[in-house]
């Protein structure tokens, strides 16, 4: 019959959306792992030793940090998800993700787990540079990708200012 699906062709067209919702899950959980990771590394500073510290008069109230991460995050996930699924060859797209995730836990384990704040500094530049490299590396994939990691950079280019602001303000630090 023409315009229908084969009871050939049916079970690889369920196998490959089920492979669709399998990849999505692996990725949301990757970058919610990486979230819980650097959320280990956050609380315990965040209660004893953040509060401490002399910030800008522009920086956020906490309660703003939770939901915008958790936003983040989940964009990521879609992002790297839609890349992953396009088929083409995403090595380094995924490589240079890959990067960036393990910085992003990193500057939350050396500004609150080891409360560096000028070593935090370092590690956010990079974290910016990585996440630009992934970002082009998406737009060569996935527009829509792609899109999803602007606000991401958007959110850490105002972190790495807030970062800078705080070690300036915070000498000893």
């Known amino acids: 019959m023409t315009g229908s699906i084969s009871s050939d062709t049916k079970p690889a067209c369920d196998s490959v959306r089920l492979n ?3 990849a999505l899950g692996l990725a949301i959980g990757v970058c919610f792992g ?5 959320s280990w ?14 910030k800008p008069s522009w920086n956020p109230p906490n309660g703003i940090f939770g939901p915008v991460w958790t936003a983040l995050y989940l964009a990521m996930a879609i992002a790297v998800w ?9 090595a380094l797209a995924l490589g240079l993700f890959a990067a960036q995730l393990v910085l992003n836990v990193a500057w939350s ?10 070593g935090a500094l370092a590690v956010i530049v990079g974290l910016w540079i990585s996440i630009a490299a992934t970002l082009v590396a998406f737009a060569s994939v ?25 070690a300036r303000l915070n000498p000893a630090s």
């Open 82 to 90: 839609l890349v992953w699924r396009s088929g083409s060859d995403v």
């Open 142 to 166: 996935d527009a829509l990708a792609a899109a999803l990691f602007v606000p991401y950079l958007a959110w850490v280019t105002f972190a790495s200012f807030l970062n800078g602001a705080i």
């Open 41 to 54: 590394a956050t609380v315990r500073g965040l209660r004893e030793w953040y509060p401490s510290l002399r």
């Open 34 to 38: 990486a979230a819980a990771v650097g």
């Open 20 to 22: 669709d919702w399998l």
């Open 109 to 118: 384990v050396v500004f609150f787990g080891r409360r560096q704040v000028r």
